[in-house]
Nanobody, 125 residues
Framework: RVQLLESGGGSVQAGGSLRLSCAAS????????MGWFRQAPGKQREGVAV????????YYNDSVEGRVTISRDNAKNTMFLQMNSLKPEDTAMYYC??????????????????WGQGTQVTVSS
């Protein structure tokens, strides 16, 4: 069965950095579009970044553009999210998502069928 396991979350001060990881199993990772989404309390889930199967195409939410880098290592079945210059508004539960292809770009959360349990990111001012 598909398993997506996020790690790397934590508590940091504004301006700090975190690197999230998503380890995938039960799928042919290199054939899956991968994405990071986040959800803050009382808010809807939103896309943070998405990466195509081979990493040639990426998408970033305007709110994180320039501060965040999504990447993947298909040999290790792992996706990453490097987050720099973190802001309090980045505080949320961050989820890893996967799907074997998408019909639109950028894809939304509705386009992803498999999800991890999430890792909490808290940024204090």
């Amino acid at each position: 069965r598909v398993q997506l396991l996020e790690s790397g979350g934590g508590s940091v001060q504004a301006g700090g950095s975190l690197r999230l990881s998503c380890a995938a199993s039960g799928i042919t990772f290199s054939q899956y579009v991968m994405g990071w989404f986040r959800q803050a309390p009382g808010k809807q889930r939103e896309g943070v970044a998405v990466i195509s199967t081979r990493g040639a195409s990426t998408y970033y939410n305007d709110s994180v553009e320039g501060r965040v880098t999504i990447s993947r290592d298909n040999a290790k079945n792992t996706m990453f999210l490097q987050m720099n210059s973190l802001k309090p508004e980045d505080t949320a539960m961050y989820y890893c998502a996967a799907n074997p292809g998408v019909s639109r770009w950028p894809p939304t959360s509705a386009d992803f069928g498999d999800w991890g349990q999430g890792t909490q990111v808290t940024v204090s001012s």
